[in-house]
């Protein structure tokens, strides 16, 4: 069947309604029954669901242990709801309900919707542990694995309980942190009655769980670690030590309860780092102890976190005496010398210390981060509530609520930072929930973004939606965090240059706005800390910053390059050839002042290589390598590595990071063209693949024993990377074929190659700093539904008996990438007749490929894209040219050896040399074309991240402006530029490819 027909089959009806396997879907459909295949109710949730696959396999899964449960969905439009949308959303709840098919029973009916009460928590956690909840000190029956799991199962059953009422908006944010900790205080109290039973002996002590951190403020998140101090006091006519020493024991225990590994997983750490001397001090501590220490040796931190303490579990009397006792200190302990400074210099360490490859994904610690709206209200709190005990609150909300009521906070930033918490904190709930794991960071995975946009209620573009929507609120939320964190700024000042020394806080603020700085007080901080101190580098930093500010100034986005700058020296200060370029070579330090004021992606590569910066010494060392000595480097990296193949392709892809940064910076100043980066960049790919395709081979042979492979296997590169025409952020289209060798089994060997296949998938795939790699292999027989590496018989036989136009024109751009350079020539043979064809494509062909062209630009442009503006799809982009050359090609290729090549641009310029193609006409396209991936490549250098849209946002499009050489106020002459390019060459393609 071709193209044309597949699209209008169930699966493809239900791929446009939202499922992304819609074969997958359609046969999971049939599974359920055929009153499940009619049941539109049914079919309308599961489109509604953040992930309709997810959520559809995980109802199959359950089906499967309880039928009842489609039967009792029909009848129960609630239930229906909850329990797809929570399968939607996580996985691991899934997984659970799968193992516990009675559970889904809890999201029927009316009590479905009821919030449990904190008693009621408790009485169950403890009753599933074969505990009294009636008793003062409840014993479990005992502490084996049994009655953890126990624990571990209801707890979750709970938490399923309470996810589909979240999911569903049943919960706000605040009544949903709010069940989690009392949910965690139940298990808490339940794993205290497992330690119970551990000990022979342990009422001659009272002990106290004190709840810190998010569970204190009851604004826990699914998945966390559970802070807690323990405090304790012996009974009337005890010893004290011994007391002390059973109530350690008792803590212990209920920490093991909590975190012990068990068949049904655990819960979650419980985490005493909080008390008095941290991991160092005892355990646990009387309530003399504790105050003796506060009063004596605390740190500002400790108090800070203190601000957070409440009763959770164990003797909640004693909790309240110890709460009362330190809030006494708590509220005093603004009055110490240099508090203030000493919470920014803890957020500042905190900061420090993530990941400067998560940096920009992290909701939790990084920038715009919870964190940073948290730090904010508590030391506002801190300050101001010494005299204000309105504003003595544990959550976060409710405490800014209270300031901006007391007029410390404004109300439209209270309300922008209540509206960026809400939004993170449900972001947090989401990406834990998918597999109940403890993770803050956003994925970069298509898919993933797609589930998190979805989850929160976009459907029109959600990966889109979602991103402009947390980005907007992290750069709210870091605006904010600076305004109200660091104010006033005189620290800061005072560390200033010493022409800006002498400016008041509100002038250096003034002064930087004028430069075009968009935060200028955050500006300030990072001046600050370059240049502070007496060491050699601030001394340097101290002369080159006045400069060095203008020319962050004249760069696209100078707050990027100010940040980008600080994070490099933050890395190499202490170097001293850094610090010699620097000073030596000012030249370097303009330049790397503009490319980090302009290029995301380059502060990204240069963040994780920061040694990249001697490239900008030399013109020379930006020249584009020639493929042979990468070859060369690449070989002598995988015999220094030899024979472990993550470390090889982990160095082969920091090579690759290298000479990605060389690629960009060169492309950024203009030392090589279009077409210079797109061959560099395909080359550097097929160094990388087979590289990679090399270490698969070694590993997958020695898992089975040695030896050499019993065949030959080679990758053909398709799609740009097979036209040398690659994107910064293009996947590798690619093909696999093998041949086995004389004598080989052909099952033996097509495993081997399929073992290989997958391995150099996953080597490429592998989680590091670098850039990935990613392998598509879509384009080949049958696309992902075919095998994933055919024999060359098999591709014989398949083009000789299936094949259609479509994938002749996708031959079109094949060629040999790697591996066995004998198979590769031979594979291009066998398609040679296929692409170039005796006496051309027919006409009901060339028919058949102009009405694809037309059903793709009808289709395939993303919903409420302007068709004007993006680059690939749009009118006169990239497709538009590459089809006109495609279908010239076909046409005529078997007369014209030149024009069999895989690149768009000699394809055309050998159209016109044959005489197929107006000079003016192919004028025209080869400009839109270069224009085109000019403009792709200055969006994904820009930003950080690939589009396929001139961006609509002013302000980036000026940036793009800029990057492609455009004055600060070029952007409409850039938007002119392009519409005017990408519309004459519409008017060709309509000419040359429609109407010929």
């Not at 597949?6 to 599974?31: P, S, Y």
């Not at 659970?96 to 009316?110: D, F, K």
């Not at 794993?191 to 000990?199: M, P, Q, S, Y």
């Not at 597999?435 to 803050?440: G, I, S, V």
Request: charged share 30%; aromatic share 6%.
């Amino acid at each position: 069947m071709n193209a044309a027909g597949r699209i209008d089959t169930t699966a493809g009806r239900l791929a446009r309604l939202g499922f992304v396997d819609g074969a997958r879907a359609e046969r999971l459909l049939d599974e359920l029954g055929p009153e499940a295949v009619g049941d539109v109710e049914l079919l309308a949730e599961l489109v509604a669901a953040a992930d309709p696959d997810l959520a559809l396999t995980s109802l199959n899964r359950l089906a499967e242990r309880d039928p009842s449960v489609l039967g009792a969905m029909r009848q129960d439009p609630g239930l229906r709801r909850r329990l797809i949308r929570v399968f939607g959303v996580s996985a691991a709840l899934g997984d659970h309900v799968v193992r516990h098919p009675e559970h889904w029973r809890t999201l029927a009916g009316e009590e479905a919707a009821r919030r449990p009460s904190e008693a009621e928590l408790r009485a169950e956690l403890l009753f599933a542990v074969g505990a009294d909840p009636e008793s003062d000190e409840p014993v479990a029956r005992d502490a084996s694995t049994e009655t953890l799991s126990a624990l571990r199962a209801a707890y979750r059953g709970r938490l399923l309980h309470l996810a589909a009422r979240d999911v569903t908006g049943e919960v706000t944010i605040a009544e949903c942190t709010a069940e989690l900790s009392d949910l965690a205080a139940a298990a808490l109290e339940a794993g205290l009655a497992i330690a119970r039973a551990e000990l022979d002996e342990y009422d001659g002590v009272r002990l106290a769980v004190i709840g810190m951190g998010k569970c204190g403020a009851r604004e826990l998140n699914y998945i966390s670690d559970v802070d807690v101090i323990f405090v304790a006091e012996p009974r009337e006519g005890v010893d004290e030590t011994k007391a002390l020493r059973t109530a350690t024991r008792l803590a212990q225990g209920m920490m093991r309860a909590c975190s012990a590994s068990t068949p049904e997983g655990s819960l979650w750490e419980v985490d005493a780092a909080l008390r008095p001397e941290g991991k160092a001090g005892p355990l646990v501590r009387t309530l003399a102890s504790h105050l003796t220490y506060y009063r004596r040796w605390a740190k500002t931190w400790e108090f800070q976190a203190l601000l957070k303490a409440r009763p959770v579990a164990g003797d909640l009397a004693l909790g309240e005496e110890y709460v009362a006792a330190v809030n006494e200190l708590v509220w005093q302990a603004s009055a110490r010398e240099n508090f203030v400074e000493d919470v920014q210099a803890m957020r500042r360490r905190v900061e420090a210390h993530v990941r400067a490859d998560q940096a920009d994904r992290q909701i939790k610690l990084g920038p715009g981060g919870l964190r940073d709206i948290e730090f904010a209200v508590q030391l506002l709190q801190l300050v101001h509530g010494r005299t204000d005990p309105l504003l003595r609150r544990r959550a976060t909300l409710s405490a800014l609520n209270a300031l901006s009521r007391g007029g410390y906070v404004g109300r439209d930033d209270a309300k922008a930072l209540a509206e960026a918490y809400t939004f993170l904190r449900q972001v947090e709930h989401l990406l834990q929930l998918h597999r109940l794991r403890r993770t803050h960071v956003v994925p970069t995975d298509v898919m993933d973004l797609r589930r998190l946009g979805r989850g929160l209620g976009m459907t029109a573009d959600p990966v889109g939606e979602f991103t402009t929507r947390w980005k907007r609120h992290a750069m709210e939320a870091r605006r904010l965090h600076e305004k109200l964190f660091y104010r006033p700024l005189l620290q800061a000042v005072a560390r200033l240059p010493a022409d800006e020394a002498r400016l008041s806080t509100s002038a250096a603020v003034a002064r930087l706005e004028a430069l075009g700085y968009a935060d200028p007080e955050g500006a300030l901080r990072h001046i600050a800390a370059l240049t502070s101190g007496v060491s050699r580098r601030a001394a340097i930093q101290r002369t080159l910053l006045p400069v060095m500010l203008g020319w962050f100034a004249d760069a696209p986005d100078p707050d990027a390059g100010l940040l980008g700058f600080r994070q490099v020296s933050d890395r190499l200060g202490a170097t001293p050839w850094y610090l010699r370029l620097l000073r030596d070579q000012t030249a370097v330090a303009e330049r790397m002042a503009r490319l980090l004021g302009t290029s995301k992606y380059v502060t990204g590569l240069l963040l994780h290589a920061p040694e990249g910066v001697a490239m900008l010494g030399s013109d020379a060392e930006l020249e584009v390598r020639p493929m042979e000595a990468l070859q060369a480097e690449a070989a002598s990296i995988a015999q220094r590595y030899e024979p472990d193949a993550e470390a090889t392709v982990t160095a082969v892809r920091a090579l690759r990071r290298r000479e990605l940064f060389r690629l960009s910076v060169a492309n950024l100043i203009g030392r090589i063209d279009v077409e210079q980066v797109g061959q560099g960049l395909s080359e550097l790919n097929d160094v990388t693949i087979q590289a990679a395709l090399d270490a698969a081979i070694a590993a997958v042979m020695a898992e089975r024993g040695g030896g050499e492979p019993p065949t030959r296997i080679a990758v053909i590169a398709m799609g740009r990377l097979g036209g040398y025409e690659c994107s910064y952020g293009s996947d590798a289209d690619v093909m696999f074929v093998h041949e086995p060798l004389p004598g080989a089994e052909e099952r033996e060997a097509t495993d081997v190659a399929h073992a290989v296949a997958n391995e150099l998938r996953r080597l490429l795939a592998l989680p590091t700093p670098d850039p990935p790699l990613i392998i598509d292999p879509d384009l080949r027989p049958e696309g992902r539904q075919g095998p994933l590496v055919r024999t060359l018989a098999s591709y014989a036989a398949y083009y000789e008996r299936w094949s259609s136009p479509w994938e002749a024109q996708a031959l079109l751009r094949a060629r040999f990438s790697a591996g066995d350079a004998g198979l590769g020539r031979r594979f291009i043979e066998l398609i040679d007749p296929l692409r170039y064809p005796a006496d051309g494509i027919s006409m009901e062909a060339v028919r058949e490929i102009r009405r694809l062209k037309a059903r793709m630009e009808a289709e395939r442009l993303p919903r409420g894209a302007d068709p004007t503006l993006h680059i690939k799809l749009g009118r006169g982009g990239l497709s538009d040219v590459e089809w006109v050359a495609q279908l010239l090609q076909l046409r005529h290729a078997h007369r014209v050896p030149e024009l069999r090549t895989t690149r768009t641009l000699e394809a055309l310029r050998a159209a016109t040399a044959a005489g197929l193609l107006a000079p003016k006409d192919e004028e025209i396209l080869a400009d839109a074309w270069r224009f085109a991936s000019q403009v792709r490549d200055a969006i994904m250098l820009v930003r950080g991240r690939a589009g396929d849209s001139v961006p609509v946002d002013v302000r980036e499009r000026a940036r793009v402006a800029r990057a492609l050489g455009y004055p600060p106020d070029g952007s409409e002459d850039f938007l002119d530029d392009y519409r005017r390019a990408t519309r004459r060459a519409r008017l060709v393609v309509e000419r040359v490819f429609y109407d010929t």
